[in-house]
């Protein structure tokens, strides 16, 4: 249960330096050229980068970015390797390690940038900052609040990452690999007969016997065509961060959603390509969007080409080598149109669509969910650690 008691706050909560609350430590030098792949995960300022044979530091732990990102916060379960960009927790002196984590996420660190060019935390900067520390019982109490959130979105986001893999396991299986036709070849698949992936109603979808073609042996009756035969891909718009106003509209940049706006540019479902900055990622986007001017769009050139096939089939192009290989960094639409590719029979792409806009359908369930649940917990954040919002009971 959660009471307001903003006039009792400091009844029970001490103001300290955050320095007597935990102790920050700079992180340790791991160029690429030493690591060798292990169970440990590598922590940047931003992130995991990777895995090493040897942690530096036992788990569960928590980080922050000195160089480049700064501030945030990341909880590490496992033991890991914090890099020279991180400042991590050596000693959180007896108080709950989550709550310590949410403690720093809290904080806007930005302004105590201490580099030049590049942006730099100080720690000596920060030890000092004073904050709210409440008693350890409410410590946990908040940190089980805020956890339960983060596990339940968390648990949303594989639950997400599943269902896509599905769809991309039978696209793989009967547009890349062609199973239902090399197992009618072989003798396995019978009419009337089912297997998995392959029920008895899809086997007349599918032919019986393979062709030679320039992408190898195809299905017989399939096509290859030029990528710009079936889709365009057309320019997203400027939109400057200061110019989005508050809405409901996702802004896509190249490497996935960047805000939020008022108005869309395209009505969604639809797909974001990366045309600078991460060149050639290829995105799924639910509802109405607004694509900026470092992506493009993909319209289908005829209603035969269905948005979903399209997404797995764009995400087998491999466009970020097409975009590595060119003279000025970024996708350039005309080179990608270029690409050959396989345009299956109509019927066998109809029911491939029918089954994935199932399983999308229960993403963007978990999606709207996933975004409540955050917008929750980001509410709840600075109220709880500020003490404007106090936990009865401490549950």
């Not at 992936?197 to 009756?221: C, K, Q, R, W």
């Not at 493009?296 to 290989?325: G, N, T």
């Amino acid at each position: 249960m959660l009471n307001l008691e903003s006039d009792e706050v400091r009844n029970n909560w001490q103001e300290i330096p955050l320095g007597e609350i935990m102790t920050l430590q700079r992180g340790f030098d791991l160029p690429r050229n030493k690591r060798v792949e292990g169970p440990y995960p590598v922590i940047a300022s931003n992130g995991r980068v990777g895995q090493h044979v040897e942690a530096k530091v036992g788990g569960p732990g928590v980080v922050i970015g000195r160089s480049g990102s700064l501030g945030g916060g990341q909880y590490i379960k496992d033991d890991f390797w914090p890099l020279n960009t991180t400042l991590w927790v050596k000693d959180f002196k007896g108080n709950d390690r989550h709550f310590c984590y949410y403690l720093l996420k809290s904080l806007d660190l930005e302004h105590f940038n201490a580099g030049s060019g590049v942006p730099t935390l100080n720690r000596n900067h920060i030890h000092p900052l004073p904050v709210l520390c409440p008693p350890l019982a409410e410590q946990r109490a908040i940190a089980h609040i805020l956890g339960t959130l983060d596990d339940k979105i968390e648990l949303n986001r594989r639950m997400n990452q599943t269902l896509e893999e599905m769809a991309r396991a039978l696209f793989k299986s009967w547009f890349v690999d062609f199973d239902p036709v090399r197992a009618k070849m072989d003798g396995r698949w019978r009419r009337g007969q089912s297997l998995p992936g392959m029920t008895a109603e899809l086997y007349d979808l599918f032919p019986h016997a393979m062709v030679n073609s320039e992408l190898g042996e195809i299905p017989e009756g399939w096509e290859v065509k030029d990528l710009g035969d079936i889709i365009e891909l057309v320019y997203g718009k400027a939109l400057k961060a200061d110019d989005r106003r508050d809405g409901t509209i996702s802004v896509y940049g190249s490497n996935g959603q960047v805000g939020w706006h008022d108005e869309k540019l395209v009505s969604g479902p639809g797909i974001v390509v990366g045309r600078k900055g991460n060149p050639g990622i290829v995105t799924w986007v639910y509802g109405d969007f607004f694509p900026i001017d470092t992506t493009f769009y993909v319209l289908p050139k005829s209603r035969e080409q269905k948005l979903l096939f399209l997404f797995f089939a764009l995400a087998e192009q491999d466009l970020p080598s097409i975009a590595a290989d060119s003279a000025v960094p970024g996708l350039n639409r005309n080179q990608a149109y270029m690409n050959r590719v396989l345009v299956p029979a109509i019927a066998p792409i109809d029911s491939y669509d029918e089954y994935a806009k199932t399983l999308f359908a229960q993403r963007n369930l978990l999606q709207e969910e996933f975004r409540a649940l955050a917008a929750l917990r980001d509410t709840l954040l600075p109220k709880l650690i500020f003490g404007e919002l106090r936990v009865g009971e401490y549950v």
